[in-house]
């Protein structure tokens, strides 16, 4: 792969790097997400594990824990999503 260069004629190319580059990123922060939305539903699951078992303490701790990572995936989730959206803006407003 060859290092884009800023003169004039290479400037579409550039851009296209860029975009690609977002689209890479989107892709491995929605992968991201999907991993960690899964392991911090398998953390609330255990927490309410605890909970039931009477360990309240413990599963208090645990639950709060996968709801906190659990918001923090859909952040991820939409700063991703945001970025595409932004990408394809761009696109749209390329001559």
């Given at each position: 792969?060859?290092?884009p260069?800023?003169s ?5 190319n550039?851009?296209q ?11 491995y ?5 999907l991993?960690?939305?899964?392991m911090?539903?398998?953390?609330s ?36 999503n ?11 407003d390329?001559?």
């Amino acid at each position: 792969m060859t290092k884009p260069t800023l003169s004039s004629n290479s400037e579409p190319n550039f851009n296209q790097e860029i975009v690609r580059e977002r689209l890479r990123q989107a892709r491995y922060s929605f992968n991201l997400t999907l991993f960690a939305t899964a392991m911090s539903f398998l953390v609330s699951l255990v927490g309410a594990g605890l909970l039931l078992s009477g360990k309240a303490t413990e599963g208090t701790v645990t639950t709060a824990g996968g709801i906190v990572a659990s918001v923090q995936c859909t952040k991820l989730a939409k700063e991703a999503n945001d970025r595409l959206d932004k990408t394809l803006a761009e696109l749209n407003d390329a001559p």
